[in-house]
Structure formats: structure tokens, C-alpha cells
């Protein structure tokens, strides 16, 4: 990998690790909110986003529950 163009500014090239928020999550925390730029932002995984749309949430649930099919009683 070339670090040909890279910023030489300060701070420029600074990763930073955003977990999720939800108390006991481990998860990486890729999606963030805030308010407004003088609050600072809040971090979640995709499951505890709590932004998403109806749609999204239906989404998540199909997926989990292909993931995790019940189990059907006789």
C-alpha cells in the first residue's frame, strides 16, 4: 500500500475505535448519531442502531430469523 497523497496533517491519518453503546455489546460500533455538531457522537452496531427506519428493522428481523430458524413443534 503506497502512502503516496496521504494528509501529513496533524491528527489527519488517526483511527479511532467506536464499540457499540448497548451495555454488554461487543459488537463494532459503525454507526453513529448526533444531534448537532456540539454533542458529541453516539456509537452502535447495526442490531442496537436505534435510528433505523421500519423498514431496516424488518430487514435485521428476517435476517436473524434465517440465521436463527425456530424450532417448529408436532
Known amino acids: ?4 497523497n496521504h494528509s501529513t496533517a496533524p491528527g489527519a491519518n ?14 463494532w ?5 448526533s444531534p448537532s455538531p456540539s454533542v458529541p457522537t453516539r456509537w452502535w452496531c447495526w442490531a442496537h442502531f436505534p435510528h ?3 423498514e431496516q428493522e424488518q430487514a435485521l ?8 430458524p425456530k424450532e417448529t413443534v408436532q
Open 14 to 27: 488517526v483511527l479511532f475505535e467506536h464499540y457499540c453503546e448497548e451495555p454488554g455489546c461487543e459488537e
Open 1 to 4: 500500500m503506497s502512502i503516496t
Open 61 to 68: 428481523r428476517r435476517k436473524l430469523d434465517a440465521a436463527h
Open 52 to 54: 433505523k427506519t421500519y
Open 29 to 33: 460500533g459503525g454507526f453513529g448519531n
